[in-house]
């Protein structure tokens, strides 16, 4: 059965259109993202693996390499299933860093242009013969269906839709960094037929060409020597070697670096990836054997390689359509990605470093169209290439030469993940000398067969004198002396502190990261778009600071240092996913330095070296994670102590700002680090900065108004000298660690305690002021009856002025028990009263309780003498003194009260001849809730509020007590204290 | 403390599965399974346990990479 070319151009013309519109709906949104970025899709877009080389060429290969050819796809399952030590370390440097191609890494990890202009060279040499292979898979195919000479137009019409295809899915955005969701849609769908494809054809050879599995048995029995054919290279050939090559190829080529790294969406899909992507080649070799043994049933006078067509021959009419179909979606899945990443190289490695744009020049549009052209020119070099090679070369044959290609990265793969000690210099001879011997082996002989050169080499015999295959010898010579050289010229040379840092950066066991070495010149975002625009453009460099910021969840007034260092290394990432790591390197070192005079602390680093160990924090192994579960649990330490704790860098910047810190002044950690103290807001930029500023180590009870509410506080600081900044100068600033205790709570509580005892007085004071008051009320009674009927004005108005004087009395005796019982507020005003007026109300108050009335009170105090306090709290340490006084007196036992003056103290004396305290409860009287009394007789909070109270007027209190003699209570306060002094 | 071990039994699981992969498909061991006399889905079927295997890994390590 043949088919007229229009009935295939026409099929391949509408396939390709399909793909545009999934592509097309899957870019514009309107189906939803859960749709087109999930796992399943990823895992089929991985399947651009599978080209025509698999489509077609695996029945080739099978026909003449046995089960060989199912090494190219276990070798790649065991890179997948090695995800989590290989592939997984790699996105997370292609993320963090944004390297979207492999020319970006090696080009990131050596720091050096040359090692991506040689990568990118060397990927174009070895993708050239594969892309050209694609295209004669594709013109193949249409020969072997129509059985004419494919034109030379069709092949160049593919090429035209695959650049347009790949301009306007695969290059649409501004930034090659943003995710191409369109793309990764479409080469999922051509995966997706062509596993479909692929599977019809191996169903149509079980049960169209054979009769069922049954007979495909019976055929597989009459015909032992199929199965052995099998069988037999495998013990034979190169099955460790070609296994290698695609264990090389399944992250090295470049269509596979991008969409298994620089497109994917989440490392979840990667996992799923590491069994599902296996477990679909799987499927798509399945149907190999019997498509072979099916041609080989029919008896198929073609190339083995196109089996897949020819077996549908005898089928139905629709079946070659698909099966051709799948043919081109293997092949143009492959050339649009190849051409893609191929692009994204060239444009970073090649052109950016050879014409730098002008920076009047709108960079992305530069970038945009830079890139457009070069996929252009790729896909022609590949056509260009297909129309000058021979078709003497098989399609495994191209595509192995090209695995060889790669490999040859592997050598650099592990200086990037393992070997830190690996060298720029050792990197790019060993490439060097593996390009060398892959050229010669591999490149040459093939130039040769296409009829270009007339090589001298006589690589048939050198091979022969080796013992090796063909593959084995170009492999093992190629990779070895590159690994060689690689390992030697590595250990031979040194590498520069830039080489070292990215160096670590790519460790998959990230070690603690350094302190900072300097801050940047530029002190503000606006300073940074200003640097910035001197090489992008003022229009670029405003974006790129802002995507920058916003990444970072920062604001445009940021000024912090550390923040800003943080914002000197996102943009140089960003911009590396813009014009490739070492264009954005050396754009940040000369735009945005670092001013490396301004030697920092470590205190300084903290924010930044935290920052860095979080990110890191799963890799860290060994030691390295020992002692960050070490920090931590410091750090959580702090965090969580219920005492505010504020650290500052010598340059006060705060560097450490707790929870409870948080808490107290309602300010979030973030809104504090990083910022100068100075800057915080009130009250607590005057309260830190002004201790910090303080000789004294400790502060007691200090009043601050927060939000107009007084709060107490106590302050406490320690130095935190810098070992590294004191070491060369004693005299260098160091930082701080302050420790808040918040009063307020305690103060609080203590004023509901003395307001309690005033109250427990009160309720003891009763009695006698229900007594004091009713013998004034009769009176008042009886004068008020007598009145009623007096005629005489004299004694009338006499009777008035008896009643006048009960009833101040009356007054005098409620307004003393309202100024003693009122709930006072801690921290009133202190104001100047009269000590004399106290100590007679306190008199006068003592006087009602029943042991008051026994004894004999007298006022000692002579003179008046002014003091500032707060008069209510001293009223009460009076009445508490002589409650306690008259209790502990005999009746008639006389209790003094003196007051005086003295070098700028007032001393209060209150004594009494009752029967003194004991030496060993002199100590112990002052304790809340010690008491003597008996029970229900006492508080036990008396003589603790007294302390207290005295304290709180920076006074001192003493006993003076004899047993059977009488105790003397002496006070000492200071004269014309003010609240000033108080504070 | 857990979720620090994880990642290492993941990765040492990891390494026992490399080393049966290299031990069933790049070692003396192909001459045992590509015997001639060997049905023709074997290789197959040595594959799909591989991968079965690789999944049951993923399934059990899979909250590792959220």
Same mark, same amino acid.
């Given at each position: 059965?043949?088919?007229?070319?229009?009935?295939?151009?026409?099929?391949?013309?509408?396939?390709? /259109?399909?793909?545009?519109?999934?592509?097309?709906?899957?870019?514009?949104?309107?189906?939803?993202?859960?749709?087109?970025?999930?796992?399943?899709?990823?895992?089929?877009?991985?399947?651009?693996?599978?080209?025509?080389?698999?489509?077609?060429?695996?029945?080739?290969?099978?026909?003449?390499?046995?089960?060989?050819?199912?090494? *190219?796809?276990?070798?790649?399952?065991?890179? !997948?299933? &090695?995800?989590?030590?290989?592939?997984?370390?790699?996105?997370?440097?292609?993320?963090?860093?944004?390297?979207?191609?492999?020319?970006?890494?090696?080009?990131?990890?050596?720091?050096?242009?040359?090692?991506? #202009?040689?990568?990118?060279?060397?990927?174009?040499?070895?993708?050239?013969?594969?892309?050209?292979?694609?295209?004669?898979?594709?013109?193949?195919?249409?020969?072997?269906?129509?059985?004419?000479?494919?034109?030379?137009?069709?092949?160049?019409?593919?090429?035209?839709?695959?650049?347009?295809?790949?301009?306007?899915?695969?290059?649409?955005?501004?930034?090659?960094?943003?995710?191409?969701?369109?793309?990764?849609?479409?080469?999922?769908?051509?995966?997706? *037929?062509?596993? /479909?494809?692929?599977?019809?054809?191996?169903?149509?050879?079980?049960?169209?060409?054979?009769?069922?599995?049954?007979?495909?048995?019976?055929?597989?029995?009459?015909?032992?020597?199929?199965?052995? @054919?099998?069988?037999?290279?495998?013990?034979?050939?190169?099955?460790?070697?070609?296994?290698?090559?695609?264990?090389?190829?399944?992250?090295?080529?470049?269509?596979?670096?991008?969409?298994?790294?620089?497109?994917?969406?989440? #490392?979840?899909?990667?996992?799923?990836?590491?069994?599902?992507?296996?477990?679909?080649?799987?499927?798509?070799?399945?149907?190999?054997?019997?498509?072979?043994?099916?041609?080989?049933?029919?008896?198929?006078?073609?190339?083995?390689?196109?089996?897949?067509?020819?077996?549908?021959?005898?089928?139905?009419?629709?079946?070659?359509?698909?099966?051709?179909?799948?043919?081109?979606?293997?092949?143009?899945? &492959?050339?649009?990605?190849?051409?893609?990443?191929?692009?994204?190289?060239?444009?970073?490695?090649?052109?950016?470093?050879?014409?730098?744009?002008?920076?009047?020049?709108?960079?992305?549009?530069?970038?945009?169209?830079?890139?457009?052209?070069?996929?252009?020119?790729?896909? !022609?070099?590949?056509?260009?290439?297909?129309?000058?090679?021979?078709?003497?070369?098989?399609?495994?044959?191209?595509?192995?030469?090209?695995?060889?290609?790669?490999?040859?990265?592997?050598?650099?793969?592990?200086?990037?993940?393992?070997?830190?000690?690996?060298?720029?210099?050792?990197?790019?001879?060993?490439?060097?000398?593996?390009?060398?011997?892959?050229?010669?082996?591999? /490149?040459?002989?093939?130039?040769?067969?296409?009829?270009?050169?007339?090589?001298?080499?006589?690589?048939?015999?050198?091979?022969?004198?080796?013992?090796?295959?063909?593959?084995?010898?170009?492999?093992?010579?190629?990779?070895?002396?590159?690994?060689?050289?690689?390992?030697?010229?590595?250990?031979?040379?040194?590498?520069?502190?830039?080489?070292?840092?990215?160096?670590?950066?790519?460790?998959?066991?990230?070690?603690?990261?350094?302190?900072?070495?300097?801050?940047?010149?530029?002190?503000?975002?606006?300073?940074?778009?200003?640097?910035?625009? @001197?090489?992008?453009?003022?229009?670029?460099?405003?974006?790129?600071?802002?995507?920058?910021?916003?990444?970072?969840?920062?604001?445009?007034?940021?000024?912090?240092?550390?923040?800003?260092?943080?914002?000197?290394?996102?943009?140089?990432?960003?911009?590396?996913?813009?014009?490739?790591?070492?264009?954005?390197?050396?754009?940040?070192?000369?735009?945005?330095?670092?001013?490396?005079?301004?030697?920092?602390?470590?205190?300084?680093?903290?924010?930044?070296?935290?920052?860095?160990?979080?990110?890191?924090?799963?890799? /860290?192994?060994?030691?390295?994670?020992?002692?960050?579960?070490?920090?931590?649990?410091?750090?959580?330490?702090?965090?969580?102590?219920?005492?505010?704790?504020?650290?500052?860098?010598?340059?006060?910047?705060? *560097?450490?700002?707790?929870? @409870?810190?948080?808490?107290?002044?309602?300010?979030?950690?973030?809104?504090?680090?990083?910022?100068?103290?100075?800057?915080?807001?009130? =009250?607590?930029?005057?309260?830190? @900065?002004?201790?910090?500023?303080?000789?004294?180590?400790?502060?007691?009870?200090?009043? #601050?108004?927060?939000?107009?509410? =007084?709060?107490?506080?106590?302050?406490?600081?320690?130095?935190?000298?810098?070992?590294?900044?004191?070491?060369?100068?004693?005299?260098?600033?160091?930082?701080?660690?302050?420790?808040?205790?918040?009063?307020?709570?305690?103060?609080?509580?203590?004023?509901?305690?003395?307001?309690?005892?005033?109250?427990?007085?009160?309720?003891?004071?009763?009695?006698?002021?229900?007594?004091?008051?009713?013998?004034?009320?009769?009176?008042?009674?009886?004068?008020?009856?007598?009145?009623?009927?007096?005629?005489?004005?004299?004694? *009338?108005?006499?009777?008035?002025?008896?009643?006048?004087?009960?009833?101040?009395?009356?007054?005098?005796?409620?307004?003393?028990?309202?100024?003693?019982?009122?709930?006072?507020?801690?921290?009133?005003?202190?104001?100047?009263?009269?000590?004399?007026?106290?100590?007679?109300?306190?008199?006068?108050?003592?006087?009602?309780?029943?042991?008051? +009335?026994?004894?004999?009170?007298?006022?000692?105090?002579?003179?008046?003498?002014?003091?500032?306090?707060?008069?209510?709290?001293?009223?009460?340490?009076?009445?508490?003194?002589?409650?306690?006084?008259?209790?502990?007196?005999?009746?008639?036992?006389?209790?003094?009260?003196?007051?005086?003056?003295?070098?700028?103290?007032?001393?209060?004396?209150?004594?009494?001849?009752?029967?003194?305290?004991?030496?060993? #409860?002199?100590?112990?009287?002052?304790?809340?809730?010690?008491?003597? +009394?008996?029970?229900?007789?006492?508080?036990?909070?008396?003589?603790? &509020?007294?302390?207290?109270?005295?304290?709180?007027?920076?006074?001192?209190?003493?006993?003076?007590?004899?047993?059977?003699?009488?105790?003397?209570?002496?006070?000492?306060?200071?004269?014309?204290?003010?609240?000033?002094?108080?504070? | &403390?857990?979720?620090?071990?994880?990642?290492?039994?993941?990765?040492?699981?990891?390494?026992?599965?490399?080393?049966?992969?290299?031990?069933?498909?790049?070692?003396?061991?192909?001459?045992?399974?590509?015997?001639?006399?060997?049905?023709?889905?074997?290789?197959?079927?040595?594959?799909?346990?591989?991968?079965?295997?690789?999944?049951?890994?993923?399934?059990?390590?899979?909250?590792?990479?959220?």
């Amino acid at each position: 059965m043949t088919y007229e070319l229009e009935i295939l151009f026409g099929a391949s013309l509408l396939y390709l /259109l399909i793909l545009f519109l999934v592509a097309y709906v899957t870019d514009s949104g309107l189906l939803p993202e859960s749709w087109t970025a999930n796992s399943p899709i990823y895992v089929l877009s991985l399947g651009v693996y599978a080209t025509s080389w698999s489509y077609y060429g695996s029945v080739g290969f099978a026909e003449k390499e046995g089960y060989q050819f199912l090494t *190219v796809y276990i070798g790649v399952t065991f890179a !997948f299933l &090695m995800a989590p030590i290989l592939l997984k370390p790699l996105l997370r440097l292609t993320r963090d860093y944004q390297l979207i191609s492999l020319a970006d890494l090696f080009a990131f990890r050596y720091r050096s242009q040359l090692a991506g #202009v040689l990568v990118t060279l060397f990927m174009l040499v070895g993708a050239l013969p594969y892309i050209a292979l694609q295209i004669r898979a594709v013109t193949s195919s249409i020969q072997v269906l129509t059985q004419e000479a494919t034109p030379q137009l069709l092949a160049l019409g593919f090429c035209g839709m695959l650049i347009l295809f790949s301009i306007l899915f695969g290059a649409r955005h501004i930034s090659p960094r943003e995710k191409h969701r369109g793309l990764v849609a479409a080469i999922a769908f051509e995966s997706l *037929v062509k596993i /479909l494809a692929l599977l019809a054809v191996g169903l149509f050879a079980v049960f169209g060409v054979f009769d069922g599995p049954g007979d495909l048995n019976h055929w597989l029995n009459n015909h032992p020597e199929a199965t052995r @054919a099998l069988y037999q290279p495998v013990r034979e050939g190169p099955w460790v070697t070609l296994f290698f090559l695609a264990f090389c190829a399944a992250f090295l080529l470049p269509r596979q670096f991008h969409m298994t790294f620089t497109e994917n969406f989440s #490392v979840k899909a990667l996992g799923t990836a590491s069994w599902a992507f296996p477990m679909f080649l799987l499927l798509l070799n399945l149907a190999i054997p019997p498509i072979l043994w099916a041609g080989d049933y029919l008896q198929l006078d073609m190339d083995a390689d196109y089996y897949v067509l020819g077996i549908t021959a005898s089928g139905p009419r629709w079946l070659p359509v698909l099966a051709f179909i799948g043919g081109v979606s293997a092949a143009s899945a &492959m050339v649009i990605v190849t051409t893609l990443a191929l692009s994204s190289m060239c444009l970073n490695h090649l052109l950016l470093p050879a014409s730098y744009p002008d920076p009047k020049v709108d960079l992305y549009r530069w970038l945009l169209w830079g890139r457009r052209l070069l996929i252009t020119l790729i896909v !022609f070099a590949g056509f260009g290439f297909y129309q000058l090679l021979e078709h003497n070369e098989g399609l495994v044959e191209l595509g192995l030469i090209s695995f060889v290609a790669v490999a040859q990265f592997l050598p650099g793969i592990i200086g990037v993940l393992y070997w830190k000690r690996a060298t720029r210099i050792g990197f790019i001879t060993g490439l060097l000398g593996g390009i060398s011997i892959w050229t010669v082996t591999l /490149l040459l002989p093939l130039l040769e067969a296409s009829g270009f050169i007339q090589s001298q080499i006589d690589m048939k015999a050198l091979r022969q004198s080796s013992g090796l295959g063909y593959w084995e010898f170009a492999t093992f010579w190629s990779l070895s002396c590159n690994g060689f050289l690689f390992v030697v010229t590595s250990l031979l040379t040194r590498q520069s502190e830039e080489e070292k840092s990215a160096a670590l950066a790519c460790r998959s066991d990230a070690t603690i990261p350094v302190p900072l070495d300097g801050v940047v010149a530029a002190g503000s975002p606006a300073q940074f778009a200003e640097g910035l625009a @001197a090489m992008v453009g003022p229009e670029a460099a405003e974006l790129e600071v802002n995507q920058a910021l916003v990444d970072l969840n920062l604001g445009y007034d940021e000024t912090r240092p550390r923040e800003l260092r943080r914002l000197r290394d996102r943009i140089e990432r960003n911009l590396s996913g813009l014009v490739g790591p070492h264009m954005a390197h050396m754009i940040i070192n000369q735009q945005l330095q670092i001013d490396s005079q301004s030697k920092t602390a470590l205190a300084d680093s903290i924010r930044y070296m935290e920052d860095r160990l979080e990110e890191s924090r799963s890799r /860290l192994r060994g030691l390295n994670a020992d002692l960050d579960v070490l920090r931590r649990y410091h750090r959580q330490i702090l965090l969580d102590l219920p005492l505010g704790v504020c650290a500052i860098a010598p340059d006060q910047t705060v *560097v450490i700002w707790n929870r @409870a810190l948080e808490t107290m002044s309602n300010l979030g950690a973030h809104q504090a680090l990083g910022k100068k103290l100075n800057t915080l807001p009130e =009250p607590w930029s005057q309260l830190l @900065a002004g201790f910090a500023a303080v000789q004294d180590q400790h502060i007691h009870h200090m009043e #601050v108004s927060v939000d107009t509410k =007084p709060r107490w506080y106590n302050l406490h600081k320690a130095n935190l000298p810098d070992p590294d900044l004191t070491l060369h100068d004693p005299g260098a600033r160091t930082g701080l660690v302050i420790l808040l205790e918040d009063l307020t709570d305690l103060e609080t509580l203590e004023a509901e305690l003395a307001h309690s005892d005033r109250l427990a007085s009160i309720g003891r004071l009763a009695a006698g002021v229900a007594h004091e008051i009713g013998n004034p009320v009769t009176g008042i009674a009886s004068l008020a009856q007598n009145l009623r009927e007096e005629p005489d004005p004299a004694i *009338v108005s006499e009777s008035i002025e008896a009643i006048l004087q009960q009833t101040k009395r009356i007054s005098s005796i409620v307004q003393s028990l309202m100024n003693f019982s009122r709930s006072g507020s801690v921290g009133a005003d202190f104001k100047s009263f009269e000590l004399n007026e106290i100590i007679q109300e306190a008199i006068q108050l003592v006087k009602l309780t029943q042991a008051g +009335k026994q004894v004999s009170c007298h006022n000692g105090c002579t003179g008046s003498i002014q003091l500032v306090g707060d008069r209510q709290r001293l009223s009460q340490v009076l009445v508490n003194l002589l409650t306690n006084a008259c209790d502990a007196s005999k009746p008639g036992d006389r209790v003094e009260i003196f007051a005086f003056a003295n070098n700028g103290s007032v001393q209060l004396e209150v004594m009494d001849q009752g029967e003194g305290i004991p030496k060993e #409860v002199q100590e112990a009287v002052f304790e809340p809730f010690f008491t003597t +009394k008996d029970p229900g007789k006492g508080t036990g909070l008396g003589l603790s &509020m007294v302390y207290k109270i005295i304290e709180d007027h920076k006074g001192e209190i003493e006993i003076d007590s004899a047993p059977n003699v009488g105790t003397r209570i002496i006070i000492k306060l200071p004269h014309n204290q003010t609240q000033s002094t108080h504070e | &403390m857990t979720k620090r071990i994880e990642p290492e039994k993941q990765r040492e699981s990891t390494l026992l599965l490399g080393l049966f992969v290299l031990f069933l498909f790049a070692s003396p061991l192909t001459l045992w399974w590509a015997a001639d006399d060997h049905p023709w889905f074997l290789p197959y079927l040595l594959w799909l346990l591989i991968i079965l295997i690789g999944a049951w890994l993923r399934k059990r390590y899979r909250h590792y990479d959220l």
